[in-house]
């Protein structure tokens, strides 16, 4: 393992200004959000759509630091033969590949799940390498109901995580650890805040057991939020100082970035949130976005499955990472909203 170009990625995966495009939404996640706009999901219109994103060159050289891709997305090729990979790497981004396979039900804890993928993943680590992946992402979840999480499902999962993120580092790719605990279901903030503090203690202890290098990884986590059910949700400003108030509490300084998941919040919220924790300043790690519904919804809506809306996709889609690359550096603004400056 080489730690000081691992570290020279993570810090380039959150440079001020920049975040990550998470476009690897596995085939039965793409076929839902294709659905919802009436879009057939096959391999063409994957790739097609993926496509569109990749070349919207504004976007991708100016607030995209990196890409994480779907298996099926780093062998294929755009419409001229190029690879998707050598678009993204043109704009000046870097491919990343999700490595992890889905969850499955953990035994012994109903209504929990455990990350699979751990099986064969330091074969199939070179060969993302060789791609062109320098990053990859694992995601764990974690349900916040009526007697759960439970600690056995807290514990598998960092475990599953650390041994990930520990192969990564021997391959020679940055991983991105992103324990997630959904925003489903009406607990408060300060339940989730007490859940993640809990998942993420358990999941640096492990790293540490495991002997991941941390100023080689960057950590993916949810914010500290109401769920979405909940009555009276937390507003911007709460959201922002319980979240940085978490992350004080559990990341270590050595951690060279932080780049959350947006969980199925508005694109604005999602925006509006990394603007106030910016805004809070004097943070120990740099903060931005790997977004995937925040930064996709609207160019999924404006394209539509339309060849001839992909300039409106491209559009929508440099607006949202213009809008969260100014959050990235606390320089957003609700007004820029309704400007669609880009
Ligand atoms: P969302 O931003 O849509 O939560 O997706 C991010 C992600 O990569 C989830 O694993």
Redesign the pocket.
Known sequence: MNLADLNKVARAMVAPGKGIL?A?ESSGTIKKRFDAINVESTEDNRRDYREMLFRARDAMSEYISGV?LYDETIWQKAKDGTPLVKLIEQAGAIPGIKVDEGTKPLPGCPGELITMGLDGLPTRLPKYYEQGARFA?W?AVIDIGAGIPSYAAIRTNAHALARYAALCQAAQIVPIV?P?VLMDGDHSIDRCFEVTEFVLKETFQELYYQKVALEGMILKPNMAISGKKAKDRAGVAEVAEKTVKLLKECVPAAVPGIAF????QSDEEATAHLDAMNRIGNLPWNLTF?????LQAAPQKAWSGKAGNVAAGQQAFTHRAHMNGLASKGEWKADLESKKAA
């Open positions: 998470a690897d994480i992402k995601r992103e997630e998941l947006s969980g199925g790997s977004y995937g519904r925040a």
